[in-house]
């Protein structure tokens, strides 16, 4: 889960803007300017765990909540966006037939792949979220019936996030899973934090009678929404009302 979007970021608990450069920080600064290459690259430099992934108590506690909130115990196709090193695409791994992780840095995306080297159902690929989405093998046809999207939507201006909402409504499977999880305390150069993310999500699902909003948990420290597109809750599905 790049929770940085992982990925992303921030959540990277404990982690702060701060602990770049002056110069790193001016490469970032406006999110209209799409994803903030250079922002992750000096994260990613010497340093193969920036959000401590492996380590935090904190990661692993919300990685267990993720994985107990998706509706279904297993699914055939999945994709993640924001895969981060692959500390959570590992344990999704458990959980699909196939799993497609994305990230948009080269380093991320290199760790990922030696950590997942014995997983022959994870591909990973590098790719810039939303364009990517719109490419070879993402937007093959296809479609899925597991979307994760952890930590990464608050670096994207509103304009993409957009975008990959709209790639969501096509490509997610009938009774397929969108499950989306963000920090949210402010992250210093980004105007997106975890609440205005979630709060468009749900803008955009909720009102949309295709999906129905399975799970929201509001942790002090992250937000956690889970969605499917059925009309059905799984009580429902298994005939227990």
């Not at 999704?92 to 991320?108: E, F, H, M, P, T």
């Not at 022959?120 to 994760?148: H, M, R």
């Not at 949309?208 to 429902?236: C, E, G, K, P, Y």
Request: charged share 15%; hydrophobic share 40%.
């Amino acid at each position: 889960m790049s929770q940085m979007p992982n990925s992303t970021l921030p959540v990277d608990a404990g982690f702060s803007a701060t602990d770049l450069s002056a110069s790193d920080l001016t490469t970032f600064d406006s999110q209209a300017d799409g994803y903030p290459e250079a922002y992750f690259d000096a994260l990613y430099q010497g340093n193969g765990d920036p959000w401590q992934y492996q380590t935090r108590w904190y990661e692993k506690r919300k990685r267990d909540m993720c994985l107990a909130a998706l509706p279904q115990a297993n699914y055939i196709n999945g994709v993640e966006l924001g895969c981060g090193n692959g500390v959570f695409s590992e344990l999704l791994a458990g959980r699909c037939q196939s799993l497609l992780s994305i990230d948009g840095n080269q380093k991320a995306v290199q760790l990922a792949k030696q950590r997942l080297v014995n997983h022959s159902n994870i591909k990973v690929v590098q790719g810039v979220i939303p364009q990517v989405l719109a490419e070879t093998p993402i937007n093959n046809n296809q479609s899925y019936d597991l979307i994760v999207i952890s930590e990464i939507l608050y670096y994207l201006p509103l304009a993409d996030i957009d975008q990959v909402i709209s790639w969501i409504e096509q490509s997610l499977a009938l009774s397929g899973t969108l499950l989306c999880c963000h920090w949210r305390y402010e992250i210093e150069g980004f105007v997106m934090t975890g609440e205005s993310v979630h709060q468009h999500l749900q803008q955009a699902f909720n009102k949309n009678s295709a999906f129905t909003h399975q799970s929201q948990l509001v942790d002090s420290d992250f937000l956690l929404d889970v969605w499917q597109r059925s009309a059905q809750t799984i009580a429902m599905q298994e005939q227990l009302i």
